[in-house]
Structures are given as C-alpha cells and as structure tokens.
C-alpha cells in the first residue's frame, strides 16, 4: 500500500475528469428532453447540489472561500444548466496546470470542523488529488439519482458508465 503520496497523477484526473464533463453533459441532455424534469423539485435539488459541490472544490482548490451556491437561486433547470456548464472550462484548467507536489498536499476542507462534529471524531485530511477523485465520485453517485428520477418522472437517462466512455472513443461533452 502507498502511503503519504497520491496514487493520482495529473494525467489520470484529467481523465477521470474528462468522463466526469462528458456524463453530466449527457445527462443534462436527456434531462433537457424530458417535459416533467422542469417541474421536479427533487430532480432539480439533485442537480443543483452536486453542481454546486463541483464549484465548492474549485474555489478550495484555487485556495478561495468556497460558495455553496442555494438551489433556492435557481428559478429553473435553465439557470442550473448555465450554472454547471460555466464550471467545467476553469476546473479543467485547474487541473491541466496544477503541479504534482500541489496534488500531493494534504488539505484541511472548509468543512472539516463541521464534518468533524457531525461523526463524532477526529478525520484525516485528504490531499488535493484525493479531492479531485472526490469531485468524480461524488457527482457520479448524484449523477445516478438523477438518471433513476428521470426514469421514475418518464424520461429516459443514458448510459454514462466510465467504460461506455471508453468504448464510445472518449467522446467530447456536447452542452446542447
């Protein structure tokens, strides 16, 4: 097992990344096709949150106060879809120039005290690069909320899964 370094190279976030940008784009398309997404306050809570966590991570990573922004701020799904489209462009230029020693650094998350409280106990801080895998993962699982309530309201959720990515050659996200 590795200890004290990151496993995570800069190359293999950007890939992570790069399938990350390509789903949501994905599924706010089937999203955009569905008449009863605009109208559902959990689908739109869904999305609103791991947007919102997207660009929390950014603002810590680029060592700015984080902003959670409030699903309350978003009159439609067309405000959370310009909200997440504008994230992706800046994150992933964050990425493309940050060093190897930056993803190694452990970081102490804003939220960490309140983290803290919450279980009971003391927790570790994560390095950057763990942040990131974070990012991917956190929004993947939002991401499969999303696809199963757009399922339930009568939409019809794509296949975003990493290894169709893969299969697929690696599409670009196309934000229609």
Same mark, same amino acid.
């Given at each position: 097992?590795?200890?004290?370094?990151?496993?995570?190279?800069?190359?293999?976030?950007?890939?992570?990344?790069?399938?990350?940008?390509?789903?949501?784009?994905?599924?706010?398309?089937?999203?955009?096709?569905?008449?009863?997404?605009?109208?559902?306050?959990?689908?739109?809570?869904?999305?609103?949150?791991?947007?919102?966590?997207?660009?929390?991570?950014?603002?810590?990573?680029? +060592? /700015? %106060?984080?902003?959670?922004?409030?699903?309350?701020?978003?009159?439609?799904?067309?405000?959370? $879809?310009? !909200?997440?489209? &504008?994230?992706?462009?800046?994150?992933?230029?964050?990425?493309?120039?940050? +060093? /190897? %020693?930056?993803?190694?650094?452990?970081?102490?998350?804003?939220?960490?005290?309140?983290?803290? $409280?919450? !279980?009971?106990? &003391?927790?570790?801080?994560?390095?950057?690069?763990?942040?990131?895998?974070?990012?991917?993962?956190?929004?993947?699982?939002?991401?499969?909320?999303?696809?199963?309530?757009?399922?339930?309201?009568?939409?019809?959720?794509?296949?975003?899964?990493?290894?169709?990515?893969?299969?697929?050659?690696?599409?670009?996200?196309?934000?229609?």
């Amino acid at each position: 097992m590795i200890t004290g370094t990151t496993m995570f190279t800069r190359a293999a976030l950007l890939d992570l990344f790069d399938h990350m940008t390509w789903a949501d784009a994905m599924v706010w398309s089937a999203v955009t096709r569905c008449d009863a997404a605009g109208g559902d306050q959990m689908l739109r809570g869904y999305l609103a949150h791991l947007h919102a966590v997207q660009r929390a991570f950014l603002d810590v990573w680029r +060592e /700015q %106060p984080p902003t959670f922004a409030d699903p309350s701020t978003f009159p439609d799904l067309d405000s959370i $879809r310009a !909200f997440a489209a &504008s994230y992706y462009d800046p994150a992933r230029t964050f990425i493309e120039q940050v +060093e /190897q %020693p930056r993803l190694e650094t452990t970081i102490t998350l804003p939220w960490h005290g309140f983290l803290e $409280r919450k !279980f009971g106990r &003391s927790l570790a801080s994560p390095t950057v690069a763990e942040t990131m895998v974070q990012v991917t993962t956190h929004t993947g699982y939002h991401r499969g909320q999303v696809n199963a309530r757009l399922r339930a309201i009568g939409g019809e959720p794509p296949l975003v899964d990493y290894i169709a990515w893969l299969w697929f050659g690696r599409p670009q996200p196309e934000w229609t």
